[in-house]
């Protein structure tokens, strides 16, 4: 299969990409390496099957490229993703993800493609739930509180329409907390990254607030099989990808100290303005139309993410 990913040089469309080439597709990855790196893509590069290009969603070359590749099914995670940085510049957040969406629509539809599956936000989109709707179902009211959540949930209705009107099928994955190896531990979101970078150079960790925060933390690997489950399943369909399951923030902290050896207590900040106080996903509609389950816990994830940023201390300063 023809396949293209655009982020693929990010920390989940790398290791999508990575699933793919194993799988025997071939893999074109479109990134302008704002975030990504090319070292997240070192070893998919060296097995070969994968074509790279340099280019920014939002360019008039993009449709071009499409036409070049053909891909049959289009892998759209590339987005500003940092909710904070749509707050305080809302207008770039809706040239990346509202605009930048939309020329990738017209580059699949203009090219042939017959699928788009795109990663949305479950941490956004809903809004702030009230904890007795909690896990959030995907009939949930999709009411966001930031120009991040707003973006991705417009692109939802594009997605919606472009089937509508021009075939084109899709699949809108909406994501909860994922974490992972290659998450940027300098990075202002991924706190399981965050933790893991401070816990393994000595640095002390800091929880805004109570602690008491909780989240839907989902491994990476968990998430890219969704991906590749959702080329051929889900059809026309918002899909919520988590775990079912709410984990602390403190809690988080205390499995990984005593993973990584660490016997000392977080520091304190205030709570950050905005910041939910509950979140998690109700993933039983994946189950259904993907076949998909999560299947590794918080213990084995956070022990495989310290291990991998362990392994090499570059990885530390955010050189994956």
Not at 37 to 65: C, K, M, T
Not at 290 to 297: A, D, E, I, Q
Request: proline fraction near 6%; charged fraction near 25%.
């Amino acid at each position: 299969m023809r396949t293209l990913v655009t982020g693929g040089a990010g920390f989940i469309g790398s290791n999508l990409v990575d699933r793919l080439l194993a799988e025997g597709h071939r893999v074109d990855v479109v990134d302008d390496l704002s975030t990504g790196s090319l070292a997240n893509l070192a070893e998919a590069r060296a097995a070969g099957g994968l074509s790279f290009q340099r280019v920014d969603i939002r360019s008039p070359e993009l449709a071009d490229l499409f036409l070049r590749r053909r891909p049959e099914v289009v892998f759209h995670l590339a987005a500003q993703a940092d909710v904070r940085v749509s707050v305080a510049e809302p207008l770039f957040d809706a040239e990346v993800n509202v605009l930048g969406s939309l020329n990738v629509l017209e580059a699949a539809r203009a090219a042939g493609s017959a699928k788009v599956v795109f990663a949305s936000s479950g941490g956004t989109i809903y809004g702030d739930p009230e904890p007795s709707q909690l896990p959030v179902k995907e009939t949930h009211p999709r009411r966001p509180l930031s120009p991040y959540g707003v973006a991705k949930s417009a692109v939802g209705d594009y997605l919606t329409a472009y089937r509508e009107l021009h075939d084109l099928e899709f699949t809108a994955l909406a994501l909860a907390n994922v974490y992972g190896p290659r998450q940027d531990p300098k990075g202002e979101a991924g706190v399981v990254a965050i933790f893991a970078g401070n816990l393994l150079s000595g640095e002390p960790c800091t929880i805004f607030g109570d602690g008491r925060q909780t989240r839907d933390f989902v491994y990476v690997d968990d998430v890219v099989d969704a991906f590749a489950r959702a080329a051929e399943k889900g059809g026309g369909l918002l899909l919520n990808i988590g775990t079912g399951e709410e984990t602390s923030v403190l809690d988080l902290y205390r499995a990984m100290a005593a993973a990584a050896g660490v016997d000392a207590p977080p520091q304190k900040a205030p709570a950050r303005p905005g910041e939910l106080a509950r979140n998690c996903l109700d993933p039983a509609k994946a189950s259904i139309h993907l076949g998909w389950v999560p299947w590794t816990s918080v213990e084995d994830g956070v022990s495989g993410v310290l291990d991998w940023y362990g392994a090499d201390p570059d990885r530390l300063a955010g050189d994956r």
